[in-house]
Antibody, heavy 124, light 110 residues
């Protein structure tokens, strides 16, 4: 059973960069057909897909965040990370990392494994 | 890209059925068979219930059924149980490797 765990600062000042890591255990992060994903949930609101990194390293981002977001693999091969620059109060949310899984290899992913989420507050 | 539209709330008594709609456009729900549904209990991470419109992951009971017509997807929860009291979110592929979520529906089991 794959497990994901988010980690990082719970408080970030406005205009600074939000940085989170997701540690993956119980499975290979480099296995073909997997999309390592970040999703956030604003307080009392719905979910927002932020982006993902494919096993090959290709990245795909939400167009509304394109200029501020970077998703990358860590050096440990067990982690992937999220970087969101120039944050404002509107970026306050619970941030989830998730696995985008496929079973046939060619289809688009479904988000089938999630971390527990971590609350990030943007405030001075 | 606008979020997909879901009703804010739905309810039913134990044993009854509830249907949740998810309305998008021809650029997302209507254009692809990549609609998923997620269940979220308070303080917990979302859990995948349905993917590719009507496929259930292993372990999800067949009381949960997904369908799609044109630009509207639906989740039917039959035989309502107390454990079904939760928030439900739809998601759809929107082209160019981007994804949309709905605003969520709060299901109350009366």
């Amino acid at each position: 059973q794959v497990r994901l765990q988010e980690s990082g600062p719970g408080l970030v000042k406005p205009s600074q960069t939000l940085s989170l890591n997701c540690t993956v255990s119980g499975g290979s992060i480099t296995r073909e057909g997997l999309y390592w994903t970040w999703i956030r949930q604003h307080p009392m609101r719905g979910l927002e897909w932020l982006g993902y990194i494919y096993h090959s390293g290709h990245t795909y981002y939400n167009p509304s965040l394109q200029s501020r977001i970077t998703i990358s693999f860590g050096t440990s091969k067990k982690q992937f990370s999220l970087s969101l620059a120039s944050v404002t109060a509107a970026d306050t949310a619970v941030y989830y990392c998730a696995r985008g899984g496929t079973s046939r290899g060619w289809e688009l992913p479904r988000f089938d494994q999630w971390g527990q989420g971590t609350l990030v507050t943007v405030s001075s | 890209q606008s979020p997909l539209t879901q009703p804010p709330s739905a309810s039913g008594s134990p044993g009854q059925s509830v249907t949740i709609s998810c309305t998008g456009s021809t650029s997302d729900v209507g254009g692809y068979d990549y609609v998923s549904w997620y269940q979220q209990h308070p303080g917990k991470a979302p859990k995948l219930l349905i993917y590719e419109v009507n496929r259930r992951p292993s372990g999800v009971p067949d009381r949960f059924f997904g369908s799609k017509s044109a630009t509207t997807a639906s989740l039917i929860v039959s035989g309502l149980q107390a454990a079904d009291d939760a928030d439900y979110y739809c998601s759809s592929y929107a082209g160019n490797n981007t994804w949309l979520f709905g605003g969520g529906t709060r299901v109350t089991v009366l």
